[in-house]
């Protein structure tokens, strides 16, 4: 007989498929194909984080990738960072204008604060914007009370709105922290898209209580940090990575008739470098240059979402 008691042995999502009730379990050869207007078979989407790290940060419920790292005042990384917004964006802005790319730049809004004119920048060159949170060291996560996160997420988008006159109806957590309420409260802050999660290869409906958002997945294994910094590997073994995955997603999707998705962050302060940014655009060009892929925004995606 077992002295641990009866609660020990129960759990509400013990059932098939995955242990929450915001999309079912469905194997990816199994679904409808998905397609794009204009045929293609592979998107490249790029999203580009523009972030602000605060000097003297909390580290609360955990430090960001990227934060402090060394004792107050941190002047080495806090200007790394800084350098991304002041000189490796505009880098990244001149890369996509030739190679003909829509990114999506993801804003926090201590960023559209402090660089209001980088936030118009970016949307005069045409590309997309999405909230990206306050700051790096405004994390979300189950410990914060209704009415703090609720006051994260509205000071994003008010700050956003008022900085370029475009208020966001897409989101990307900073370091993509969520609590179990975040994507419920996003929902009824009218965020219509997220992308959070890196659940799968195309985009899903995702079930809350205050409404459906579209999850737009978005890798986190190649991701620049992640490879670059957190894998400390040289730039033509992730731009092999990124060819890799190309072909391997193509020929998927040749077999299933169906898209595939190649999304890629890159972040300012790592991939904006000049040691870097060719590398950048070479993989990118590479990746275009491929037959049936083309570069993708969130509309195209959400919009391609079966109902």
């Known amino acids: 007989m077992s002295i641990l008691p009866d609660s020990y042995f129960t759990y509400a999502k013990r059932h098939a498929g995955p242990d929450h ?8 050869i199994d679904r409808a194909p998905i397609t794009l207007p204009g045929g293609s078979s592979l998107g490249l989407w790029v999203v580009v984080p523009l972030e602000f790290f605060p ?18 005042p941190d002047l080495r990384h806090y200007t790394t960072r800084d350098y991304g917004n002041r000189v490796g964006a505009y ?13 999506t730049f993801a804003v926090q809004g201590a960023v559209a604060d402090r660089y209001p004119e980088l936030v118009r920048d970016v949307l005069s060159d045409g590309h997309d914007i999405c909230a990206h949170g306050w700051d790096t060291d405004s994390l979300h996560h189950s410990g914060l009370s209704a009415e703090v996160e609720d006051g994260y997420i509205t000071r994003t988008l008010d700050t956003i709105q008022t900085a370029c006159g475009y208020r966001p109806d897409g989101w990307l957590s900073p370091a993509r922290a969520e609590g179990f309420a975040t994507p419920a ?10 992308a959070d999660w890196a659940h799968d290869d195309l985009p899903t409906r995702f079930r809350t209580e205050a409404g459906d958002l579209a999850a737009l997945p978005l890798s986190n294994e190649l991701d620049d ?23 391997w997603l193509l020929d998927e999707a040749g077999r299933f008739n169906s898209l595939r998705l190649l999304t890629l962050t890159v972040r300012p ?7 870097r940014v060719k590398a950048l655009g070479d993989s990118l060009k590479g990746v275009l240059d491929r037959a049936r892929a083309a570069g993708v925004t969130p509309r195209d995606l959400t919009r391609a979402l079966p109902a």
């Open 21 to 28: 009730d915001h999309y079912p379990a469905s194997p990816i």
């Open 55 to 72: 000097l003297n940060p909390s580290g609360q419920p955990f430090k960001a990738p990227g934060a402090m790292q060394t004792p107050y």
């Open 91 to 103: 880098r990244l802005l001149k890369l996509f204008g030739k190679l003909g790319l829509r990114a």
């Open 185 to 194: 409260r996003l929902a009824a802050n009218g965020i219509n898209w997220f």
């Open 225 to 247: 940090w992640q490879i670059l910094i957190n894998y400390t590997r040289p730039e033509h073994e992730w731009a092999a990575q990124v060819a890799d995955a190309a072909d």
């Open 269 to 275: 302060y790592v991939s904006g470098l000049p040691y």
